[in-house]
């Protein structure tokens, strides 16, 4: 059974940072197939937004507000996904979500839509005061 835990999330001052980790488990192997991941995050009152991935050729994607602040990275040995969040704003209040999926090595997959997504974390809380 898959199942996505998140943590590493708090409340903290704007400018401030947090890493946010996913551990992964429960997934079978598939031959020709890929894991893929990625984070997402919800704020009160507002749709689910894409945050990061992990890109084929290890540059990551990113949403527009987050580039530069933000960096995805992964332990494939550790099946964990992490995000490593700098100069927080208020804006970035959100609980953050973790997603995963199984893709066939040729399909491109649309990191930021979350219909890709087939497993999900609980989510972990993230509050930046200003």
């Known amino acids: 059974q898959v199942k996505l835990v998140e943590s590493g999330g708090g409340s903290v001052q704007a400018g401030g940072s947090l890493r946010l980790s996913c551990a992964a488990s429960g997934f079978p192997f598939r031959n020709m197939y890929l894991r893929r991941m990625a984070w997402f995050r919800q704020a009160p009152a507002k749709e689910r937004e894409a945050v990061a991935a992990?890109?084929?050729?290890?540059?990551?994607h990113y949403a527009d507000s987050v580039k530069g602040r933000f960096t995805i990275s992964q332990d494939i040995a550790k099946n964990t996904l992490y995000l490593q969040t700098t100069s927080l704003t208020p804006e970035d209040t959100a609980m953050y979500y973790c997603?995963?999926?199984?893709?066939?090595?040729?399909?491109?997959?649309?990191?930021?839509?979350?219909?890709?997504?087939?497993?999900w974390g609980p989510g972990t809380q993230v509050t930046v005061s200003s």
């Open positions: 997603a995963a999926t199984y893709t066939q090595g040729y399909y491109v997959l649309k990191w930021n839509n979350s219909d890709e997504y087939a497993y």
């Open positions: 992990p890109s084929l050729n290890g540059d990551g």
